[in-house]
């Protein structure tokens, strides 16, 4: 999409950036300009829906709570994509829980009113259920992922994809934190994560991710990074 076109859009959500503006503008009365705290909990699992969130920077993860307190991250989203997508789906409910893990800007609006412009069909509509594949095929590989790849192949996708949102190298982040998205030990992420920082691919300091060699990192990685970047810039084009 020309710079132009995107240029009078105060957002860097890349859905809202790809409408037309006829569609666009048509949203506009009902988006609201919100900040995202960290660990902000956006909805709960089998609880309803009531807004939707288009973030800017923010990255916010959809999780799987376990019974003895246990959680691994089943997807996340930025401004690659949109928080509460189940609504379009029918259901209002879902079992994940989505919670802040970065920090930032978003726009949101009431669920309602997303699910009365989706039935309208359009663009929106189509945009919607293009992401929708996307964000599915994100969540089956993350399940792929966490069942076939070491520790260390999984820990390089997942800063991949949080540096690739984050449109940055350098984001904060615990260990206790990734162990809890990847659903492994502490003790797993710290030997990785150590592997990777003795390879000059990252530094970590007081909680401080930086990515020093972006190439090595994506070597390192497994194949589940590209198969769902690709699927994303195949299905929705808003990645460069």
Known sequence: MPASKQSHRPTR???????????????????????????????EANKPITHVYFPDRAIVSLVCNQEDGSTVEAGMVSNDGMV???VI????????????????????????QL??????????????LRYTQAMFTQVTQTAACNRLHTVEERLARWL???????????????????AQMLGCRRSGVTVAAGTLSGAGMIS?????????NRQDLEDTSCQCYSIVKNEYARLLDTQS
């Open 13 to 43: 959500n890349q859905l809202l950036l790809a409408l037309c503006d006829a569609e666009y503008q048509r949203l506009v009365p009902h988006l609201e300009r919100v900040n995202l705290e960290l660990k902000q909990v956006l909805y």
């Open 84 to 86: 509460g997508l189940a």
């Open 89 to 112: 789906l029918g259901g209002l409910t879902t079992t994940t829980t989505a919670f802040v893990q970065v920090a930032g800007g978003s726009l949101r609006m009431e669920a309602e």
């Open 115 to 128: 699910i009365a412009e989706f039935n309208r069909g359009g663009e929106l509509q189509s945009l919607l």
């Open 160 to 178: 991949l994809m949080v540096s690739d949102r984050m449109q940055s190298d350098t984001f904060p982040l615990t260990q206790e934190f990734i």
């Open 204 to 212: 970590y300091k007081r909680g401080t991710i930086n990515i020093l």
